[in-house]
């Protein structure tokens, strides 16, 4: 209802004849209508501008108001309190997304972990640790399909994460309190109201800390799939080691080439095989599974 009554507070203060404009939209209440039946009222700007912001919904074959109620409390609302007022979004609780002793374990533990791409004694312990579960594997398959079936794993892996830990309600909400402060700012632009423009500039500026809320929501799953991938890379990686060059394998356009070769100078082919079958197998597993990977 906020939302609607916002609206039509921005409608009203960009173009100050919507007041009569909406408030003859108001006498067909309940009602479905066409813009023949109020042109007289409204012009067809009017009109196109009042369905682009969702005042005006479809209804069958014509339109209707889409909360009446709020569109009431829009008109009738003080346009400069609306302003002084700030977003009408109400954010999430900050507690609610705080990490919990297990995800800062967890953290420590990754980031441990990562320091094994450069620093070669954690790479020699957890390599052969994980070789105990991953090495027969290894001896019944070419390495280049267990490196397949890793990616599948670590795949399935971080979209179950991604859905239980990953609030996308929330990241709505952050989101859509951002479009509200963009779209007040640009209303008190068209309008000249420099006032409202340094109120709504402040208000941006302290919402640049909800950032930091969106960041803590998005980096908690990311290193609850780091402790598992990790772990993964460093075997492999210990693994090739002790591998001859002449496992091949056929990449998209790269054709033939070994598990040890660079593509592009830079990257192991291994590192592209494993990413290619990792983004396939995930996008499978999240459409299967209906698992949501964007705000709503």
Not at 60 to 75: M, Y
Not at 107 to 114: D, E, K, Q, R, Y
Not at 134 to 143: A, I, K, V, Y
Not at 161 to 175: C, E, G, H, P, R
Request: proline share 4%.
């Amino acid at each position: 209802m906020a939302r609607t009554a916002e609206k039509v507070r921005d409608l009203v203060a960009e173009d100050p004849e919507m007041r009569d404009a909406v408030t003859a939209l108001l006498d067909h209440e309940g009602e479905t209508i066409e813009w023949r039946d109020v042109n007289e009222s409204l012009t067809s700007g009017q009109w196109g501008r009042l369905i682009e912001k969702g005042v005006l919904e479809e209804a069958g074959d014509g339109f209707q108001l889409a909360d009446p109620d709020a569109v009431r409390e829009g008109l009738t609302g003080d346009d400069e309190a609306a302003y002084e007022g700030g977003s009408d979004v109400e954010l999430p609780d900050d507690e609610e997304s705080s990490w919990t002793t297990y995800d800062k374990a967890a953290g420590v533990i990754a980031l441990v972990m990562m320091s094994g791409y450069y620093y070669h004694p954690i790479r020699r312990t957890v390599g052969p640790a994980i070789d105990i579960l991953l090495g027969p594997l290894n001896g019944l398959l070419p390495f280049f399909v267990v490196v397949m079936v890793l990616a599948v794993c670590t795949g399935f892996w971080t979209s179950i994460i991604q859905a239980n830990l990953m609030d996308f309600d929330k990241m709505s909400v952050y989101q859509e309190r951002m479009q509200d402060i963009q779209e007040r700012q640009k209303a008190a632009r068209e309008r000249g109201d420099e006032e409202a423009l340094d109120r709504i500039q402040k208000e941006q500026m302290e919402a640049m800390g909800d950032q930091l809320g969106m960041f803590k929501m998005q980096f908690r799953p990311m290193v609850w799939i780091m402790l598992l991938t990790i772990p993964v890379f460093l075997w492999m990686y210990w693994k090739l080691g002790r591998i001859d060059r002449g496992v091949e394998l056929v990449l998209p356009l790269v054709g033939h080439t070994h598990l040890k070769d660079t593509i592009g100078g830079f990257m192991p082919a291994w590192i592209v095989w494993y990413f290619l079958c990792s983004m396939g197998f995930s996008q499978i597993v999240r459409k299967g599974l209906g698992i949501q990977t964007t705000p709503t």
